[in-house]
């Protein structure tokens, strides 16, 4: 249920209190965007005539940027409010407010790989609270969330036919993934189904699958990463695929930790065909994470035994 903010209805001293506390930014937050916002503006290349070449510019992404460091009181805002605030200008409501959930998702992604440990865990927590408020608002019922997810698997083609690849088409296929995310809660796929999704083949299909095991990482889904890791269909879907991985670690076995340590190993050996290298870091780095969590969960299991 919608609930307005009313001024009318708090003594003054009481409503300072709440707006102080709602526009109150985390100060791990923000060590966490400024540096983000910083490397949007910044552009480097390398080419064998000229060398290394920096340029430096306000970018529409660094925008987005900026706007993620206020993310963590828009949600604030979002649970008091339910979506709805009135101002003497007007209403700032539920669609307007939830509209902006993606974009700043997205951003979410892109500068999570550079993070440390305690950062990254700080960015999951915001995440996974954007994603949940933007299900909640967005999906209405099952079946609605359901259909949205068909619209997702098309608009993600369609992002990929037409856009060159560059970095706005990643960040386009970013805030398609944060919706997906966003609808698996309220569209209740069950393992089954999900499995049936991603052999239907369509590289839609394939991704709404995969992000859908980032929010709900059922062990009988371990096929799928497995196969969308060594035999995928894009980087952008090796990537989602580890990061699934990475979410469904914690329920695997013995003999599947080794089977998902092989499949990373074997994209790592610069054979022709495979997909992981240093040429990619956010794949690279995350490929490093998992089998250094596998080797640590490998060596208790030996100590157990």
């Keep these: 249920m919608r609930r307005d903010l009313n001024p009318r209805e708090l003594p003054l001293g009481q409503l300072n209190a ?25 552009d480097v290349a390398y080419s064998s005539q000229t060398g290394w070449s920096f340029s430096f510019g306000i970018k529409s992404i660094t925008a987005v940027m900026f706007g993620l460091i206020w993310l963590p009181v828009l ?21 307007g407010l939830i509209s902006l959930l993606p974009r700043l998702i997205a951003a979410i ?12 865990a700080e960015i999951a927590a915001v995440r996974q609270e954007a994603e949940q408020k933007l299900g909640a608002f967005a999906a209405g ?4 969330a359901r259909g949205r997810l068909n619209a997702l698997a098309k608009e993600y083609e369609e992002v990929r036919r037409v856009m060159p690849s560059s970095k706005h088409r990643t960040f386009r296929m970013r805030e398609v993934a944060a919706q997906i995310r966003a609808m698996a809660g309220e569209a209740h796929y069950s393992p089954q ?44 879907e090796q990537f989602s695929a580890l990061k699934a991985a990475e979410r469904m670690l914690p329920n695997m076995q013995p003999e599947q930790l080794q ?47």
């Design 109 to 120: 992604d892109s500068v999570e790989p550079s993070l440390d440990k305690a950062e990254q």
């Design 193 to 236: 189904e999900i499995l049936t999704l991603f052999g239907q083949g369509t590289d839609g299909d394939r991704i709404v699958a995969i992000q859908m095991l980032h929010r709900c990482p059922f062990p009988e889904c371990f096929n799928v990463v497995i196969e969308a890791i060594a035999q995928s269909h894009s980087a952008y």
């Design 259 to 305: 089977q998902l340590q092989q499949v990373i190993l074997d994209q790592r050996s610069g054979e022709s065909g495979k997909w992981l290298s240093q040429d990619d870091m956010s794949r690279w780095n995350l490929s490093d994470r998992i089998l250094s969590a596998i080797a640590d969960r490998l060596k208790a299991a030996q100590a157990i035994t």
């Design 141 to 144: 019922s099952e079946t609605e």
């Design 18 to 42: 709440v707006l102080e506390l709602l526009l109150l930014l985390p100060r791990l937050w923000l060590l966490t965007a400024v540096p983000a916002i910083l490397l949007s503006m910044v």
């Design 75 to 95: 949600l604030r805002i979002l649970a008091v409010a339910g979506g709805g605030i009135k101002t003497g200008a007007g209403e700032a409501n539920t669609p």
